[in-house]
């Protein structure tokens, strides 16, 4: 209940209380923060911060981990290591190095008081949900607050092992490549690992010189251009694929001294089935070209139920007052992710869909691609601009 207080209450949120609350508070917060239609723009901005600054959230001595937890001979590698951290996350601590061959790296640790009570947050949190969801089923088809609970819990424990992320960012460079002779993606690259001096609990891997997202958010550096070939290329991965980076906030994102965009903290890697990327891609498809009945028609494949007659009528009725304007609106008047939120809504009371667990993590990247554009571009009509990308998608990656 204080939890929520602190999300909903009109003034700002007090950040540090919500940090000391544990992993599985910062990370429900993240959340929030994609959420304009829920708390607002003005404290969506402020939760934001918790992408990449955590800092309040106590550090922990590196060393000592080193001592418990690194690989044999660890410190025999390096000339130098940077007693105070580069970062400090929810999840992990981050320090800067230098290997004794001369290459600069980072060096990221597991901060085993997160690790030890997250587990025990999660399953406290499902106890209250399903007594909640006794009273309100409803919630479990629009807000799914279970789905997005395991949701939350399934990346988070991935990333509490880190040679995940090396997984990760092997199997994503994996399918670059495979796809590189229809669709290349030369601006994107992934963080050169040391596995052999990383294990579940400490990852060395190099330090890229550059700006993340949320640095060039605050420079106000992000042209839209930029923005517009991050979305060809993580949205190659959500619409085409299926298989894509589930954590992409504007802190895991770097672009390097080259301009090229490096994924980094690739632990989380989610996985859409295809009828629901296919019917997401079909939906924005249709939107782009202002085919409306279409694309409300292609949102029904998520659904098992068909639909007909009177309901069917209702569930377009509802669906045309939502999208009145929408292909000539700008986000800053009319944002993807309020938007989304109201179509799941209607699709799920007027039209029985089911938005399950499988659905969340792509809508979920759409609201870190539309709170970027918010944030950086508010004058812009997105999906005008998605429409070359979409047709490219098609061609490039063969989408039915």
């Not at 979305?231 to 894509?244: E, K, P, Q, S």
Request: net charge positive; with cysteine; hydrophobic share 40%.
């Amino acid at each position: 209940m204080k939890f929520m207080r602190q999300i909903l209450r009109k003034k700002p949120a007090d950040l540090d209380w919500i940090q000391k609350q544990g992993l599985l508070a910062v990370k429900l917060a993240q959340i929030f923060a994609l959420r304009p239609d829920i708390v607002g723009e003005t404290k969506c901005q402020q939760l934001q911060k918790l992408y990449q600054h955590a800092a309040s959230i106590p550090s922990e001595n590196l060393f000592k981990t080193i001592e418990d937890k690194a690989p044999k001979n660890f410190l025999n590698s390096f000339s130098m290591i940077d007693e105070m951290p580069l970062a400090a996350a929810s999840v992990g601590q981050v320090h800067r190095a230098t290997l004794k061959s001369g290459e600069e790296v980072v060096i990221k640790f597991i901060k085993s008081s997160n690790a030890i009570t997250f587990k025990k947050e999660v399953n406290k949190m499902k106890k209250w949900l399903k007594i909640l969801l006794i009273f309100t089923p409803k919630l479990r088809r629009v807000g799914n607050p279970m789905a997005l609970l395991n949701h939350v819990s399934d990346y988070t424990l991935r990333e509490l092992d880190l040679t995940n992320e090396i997984k990760g960012a092997s199997e994503l460079e994996e399918i670059k490549n495979n796809v590189s002779s229809n669709f290349p993606m030369e601006l994107l690259r992934f963080p050169k690992y040391y596995e052999n001096l990383s294990n579940k609990d400490i990852l060395v891997s190099e330090f890229i010189v550059g700006e993340s997202l949320e640095d060039g958010i605050k420079n106000k550096s992000l042209s839209w251009e930029k923005l517009l070939q991050l979305f060809r290329i993580h949205g190659a991965y959500l619409f085409g694929i299926g298989t894509f980076h589930g954590d992409l906030h504007p802190g895991n994102c770097i672009i390097d001294e080259n301009g090229k965009f490096v994924f980094i903290d690739n632990g989380a890697i989610c996985y859409a089935p295809k009828h629901i990327n296919n019917a997401l891609f079909k939906f924005f498809e249709h939107l782009s070209k202002q085919e409306m009945e279409s694309a409300f028609d292609s949102l029904l494949g998520m659904s098992d139920y068909n639909i007909e007659g009177k309901r069917l009528q209702k569930y377009k009725s509802e669906m045309r007052k939502i999208y009145t304007g929408f292909e000539s609106k700008p986000v800053g008047e009319q944002s993807l992710t309020r938007i989304m939120m109201e179509t799941v809504k209607t699709a799920v009371t007027v039209a029985k869909a089911e938005f399950g667990e499988e659905a969340f993590p792509i809508i979920r990247a759409l609201m870190y691609l539309d709170g970027l554009v918010i944030r950086t571009h508010p004058d812009v009509v997105l999906i005008k601009s998605m429409k070359p990308y979409l047709i490219e998608f098609k061609n490039g990656l063969n989408i039915e």
